[in-house]
């Protein structure tokens, strides 16, 4: 706040919202705390590039009036959003009961005997949308590179749980596909046991044939089913 001269003017920094092809504005206040009528205008460095509104006036004493600024749509932006536009407001003691319309250039024409007083406003731009701060190293000196590994190393964690998770199941049909090769295996075995055990008796039975010289007996049929069964059963289970 400015509170020298004729006008006190707040604030004393003009703040425009900066964002890209969109207008912005901010406003001043004027207040005039003298028993005189005050004219004032507003100059700026980059008239093309603002609207002030209005940009001339009369504040009677006592009053307060309010100035708006508008900054024209900009496509591009100032390196480190940095700007060096300038504003300048210019006051001086008008005569009694004056009006906008007693307000000419010559008025603020600085002569001997006459004050003009002149306050000059710099321009600061807000950025709308402020980039996102870097990742900085933390106290123990993680860089964002090994955060970055850090977050990797227990994503493939939880992919390895979730990766036994599906395989206990797998290990759990293995086994039984196990006992029953074991089983399997063991009734394998016990039939050719029995196979060479049918083999011997029927080994016995040919020599009682060669020596009586006789047919067939239906003992030794049967032993031949129980072997061609026993076979079969072989195949099919192995």
């Known amino acids: 706040m400015s509170g020298e001269g004729l006008l006190e003017i707040q604030p004393i920094e003009l703040k425009f919202p900066f964002e890209l092809k969109k207008q912005s504005s901010c406003s001043m206040q004027l207040t005039n705390k ?4 005050v004219a004032f205008k507003v100059k ?16 009677l004493p006592g009053s307060v ?38 307000i000419t ?15 000059k406003l710099r321009v600061v731009y807000i950025p709308v ?13 993680t860089s964002p590179r090994s955060s970055t590994l850090e977050n990797g190393a227990q994503s493939l964690s939880m992919f390895d749980s979730v990766s036994r998770s599906y395989e206990e ?15 399997l295996t063991e009734e394998k075995t016990y039939a050719i046991q029995q196979n060479q055990k049918l083999r011997q008796e029927l080994e016995l039975l040919r ?5 009586h010289h006789g ?13 061609g069964v026993l076979i079969g059963y072989i195949i099919k289970k192995t």
């Not at 700026?44 to 504040?59: F, L, S």
């Not at 199941?169 to 089983?183: A, C, D, G, M, Q």
């Open 34 to 37: 003298t028993d005189q009528f």
């Open 44 to 59: 700026t460095t980059n008239p093309k590039k603002y609207c002030v509104r209005p940009n001339t006036g009369i504040v």
């Open 65 to 102: 009036c309010d100035v708006t600024v508008t900054m024209q749509a900009q496509k591009d932006a100032p390196p480190d959003m940095q700007c060096k536009d300038k504003f300048l407001l210019q006051s001086v003691v008008a005569e009694y009961g004056a009006t906008v319309k007693d």
């Open 105 to 119: 250039p010559e008025l603020f024409n600085k002569e001997p005997g006459k004050v003009v007083d002149e306050f």
């Open 129 to 141: 949308n402020p980039p996102s701060p870097v990742p900085e190293e933390s106290e123990e000196g």
């Open 169 to 183: 199941p797998l290990k759990e049909k293995s086994s039984e596909e196990l006992t029953v090769i074991s089983r």
């Open 207 to 211: 020599k009682e044939r060669s020596k």
């Open 215 to 227: 047919g067939f007996s239906f003992t030794f049929l049967v032993l031949v089913g129980l072997l």
